[in-house]
């Protein structure tokens, strides 16, 4: 039982450049989170799944996309990456209970 | 709308007892958590408390719940070394689908 993986663990990006961060949990969770961490922060929700299919906007949506299409995988797009987009990304998957578990994070520079 | 407030710093000595504090704005929130966050790494779930509780012990943990006041609060008991970390305080928000993140609280523990 692997819990949440994301890959890759770092990456550098041109302004303008593409990418698209990956998360895969193997707890059979329904809902599915993509947060932000920037210094002194905490914690920025980027969008939110509540099953294969269903996604929504969270508190910083723009410049991202998501998208469900099976209940283990939950990919992050940027499209045109830009400098204020240099964070730390975790993706996180929630249990009936309300228990989140997070994966280990992306970290994300864009120059 | 809805907040979670910590403090941003907290510095103990090895074996004595650390309070992590925190405060929200929702008081529909079903269940809060405290996560802990070490260098480099994702959030670890460490406890939460339902509501219609006042207090939860977990080995060195103890919560306490203040549902008038909206406090949260975390002691770890005989703190040591091993607990230096970021702990973050979290609600969960209105429509009960996401989690609100305190900016964390960085707990520095001296021998």
């Given at each position: 039982n692997a819990g949440v993986t994301q890959t890759p663990k770092f990456r550098i990006l041109k302004i303008g450049q593409s990418m698209t961060l990956q998360c895969t949990q193997?707890?059979?969770?329904?809902y599915m989170y993509w947060y932000r961490q920037d210094p002194g922060m905490g914690l920025k929700l980027i969008y939110y799944s509540v099953g294969a299919g269903i996604t929504d906007k969270g508190e910083v949506p723009n410049g991202y996309n998501v998208s469900r299409s099976t209940t283990e995988d939950f990919p992050l797009r940027l499209e045109l990456a830009a400098p204020s987009q240099t964070s730390v990304y975790f993706c996180a998957s929630r249990n009936p209970s309300y228990e989140q578990y997070f994966g280990p994070g992306t970290r994300l520079t864009v120059t | 709308g809805e907040d979670v407030e910590q403090s941003l710093f907290l510095s103990v000595r090895e074996g004595d007892s650390s309070v992590i504090n925190c405060t929200y704005t929702?008081?529909?929130?079903t269940y809060l958590y405290w996560y802990k966050q070490e260098p480099g790494a994702g959030l670890q779930l460490l406890t939460y408390i339902f509501s219609n509780m006042d207090m939860k012990q977990d080995q060195r943990l103890t919560v306490l719940l203040n549902k008038k006041d909206k406090h949260l609060s975390l002691r770890i008991a005989?703190?040591?070394?091993?607990?230096?970390a970021i702990y973050f305080c979290a609600e969960t928000n209105q429509a009960g689908t996401a989690l609100i993140f305190g900016k964390g609280t960085t707990l520095s523990v001296s021998s």
């Open positions: 193997d707890m059979n969770h329904n | 929702d008081s529909s929130s005989d703190t040591q070394t091993g607990d230096s």
